[in-house]
């Protein structure tokens, strides 16, 4: 039959064209001039198909599908061979006495090599570390610790209060202003004797210059027993400083006030000719007891809050906190 005749040249031309083609450019060809919707010679024997007797019909139709999907399936695996090809050319032509590219290897943040010295080195003292959460309820950021509603501290504009869905079940919720959450989280959570540092983010609305941050670092310490005294504290942070910074760091009080420790003083640090405030510190507050079931009249106690950043500036001679912040890795990789 000569319609099934001009199907078979068909094949055996393309066939031989896709054995020919070279390229995956080349291969598009091909795939244009025999197979393509417009036209493609395939468009012939389709006219061909139309002008079949009835009852040669169904033989034709079976062969033209026949031809069709042998010649498209030649022409996938062409392209596959191709590529394949193409890949393995691509590794054969690969170096492999070339010089590599050294990776870039990673350092702890300074402020977090900072911490890590301070958890070991108050673990000699005899603190454990312990952990609070950043999002805090009022309780712990505030009520237990003798800080009352009216307070100046808790004043909205000073906290970053959080609108979210345990705020609306439990009370307002906000970014923790102090670590001194922790001391209530401790508290409640264990009998004395307490012997804890809890170091972490705290977050304050201030206004942004070269010693202020809105999140910055604090190392929270508490200390509960039995007879505990201011000395005890000083002895403490003396000790606590010189093994950071050398032998030659003084320590200085100088009263204040927390309304969490009771009596309160602000911490001084001489390291060369001047006198750096470095944390809040006291006895705890008697209130504070009271608020988690400690007896005040059995136990006393010190807590100190002091500010990491500072530390990290003193010690590496950093003069703009925003510099930790601004993932520079100029500026980190000094470190
Ligand atoms: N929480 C105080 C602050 O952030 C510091 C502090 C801690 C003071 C513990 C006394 C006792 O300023």
Redesign the pocket.
């Known amino acids: 039959m000569e319609i099934l005749n001009a199907f078979s040249d068909y094949e055996a031309a393309a066939l031989q064209a896709i054995n020919q083609a070279g390229d995956t450019d080349a291969l598009e060809k091909v795939r244009i001039e025999f197979l393509g919707q417009k036209n493609g010679r395939i468009r012939d024997l389709q006219k061909l198909v139309g002008t079949a007797k009835p009852n040669e019909k169904p033989a034709v139709g079976k062969r033209f599908n026949e031809v069709r999907n042998s010649v498209s399936a030649s022409l996938e695996a062409k392209a596959e061979h191709l590529k394949n090809s193409a890949r393995q050319k691509a590794v054969s032509d690969f170096d492999v006495t070339l010089p590599g590219e050294r990776p870039r290897i990673g350092q702890l943040h300074p402020i977090t090599q900072v911490m890590g010295e301070f958890r070991e080195l108050m673990g000699r003292f005899g603190f454990t570390v312990v952990d609070g959460p950043e999002l805090e309820d009022e309780r712990h950021n505030f009520e237990a610790l003798n800080i009352p509603e009216d307070h100046p501290a808790r004043d909205p504009l000073d906290n970053f209060y959080v609108a979210c869905a345990s705020a609306t079940a439990g009370g307002p919720v906000l970014l923790r ?4 959450t922790v ?1 209530i989280r401790t508290m409640e959570s264990m009998k004395p004797p307490v012997r804890i540092v809890s170091l972490g983010r ?1 977050y304050r609305p201030d206004t942004i210059d070269a010693t202020h941050s809105c999140m910055f670092h ?1 190392m ?1 310490g508490l200390l509960v027993d039995r007879h505990v005294t201011m000395a005890q504290l000083k002895t403490v942070l003396s000790q606590f400083a010189r093994s950071f910074l050398g032998p030659d760091v003084e320590i200085r009080f100088r009263p204040s006030f ?1 309304p ?2 009771e009596p ?1 003083v602000e911490v001084d640090m001489k390291w060369g000719n001047s006198w750096m405030e470095i ?4 006895m705890v507050d008697p209130n504070v007891f009271a608020a988690v079931g400690y007896d005040p009249e059995e136990y006393t106690g010190f ?3 002091l500010g990491i950043e500072r530390f990290c500036m003193k010690h590496f001679g950093v003069d703009d906190i925003r510099r930790f912040y601004e993932n520079d890795l100029r500026f980190l990789s000094q470190f």
């Not at 202003?177 to 001194?180: A, D, G, L, R, Y």
């Not at 944390?279 to 006291?282: N, R, V």
């Open positions: 202003s102090q670590t001194s001391q705290v604090q929270e927390f969490f420790t309160s944390g809040g510190a006291g807590a100190f809050g």
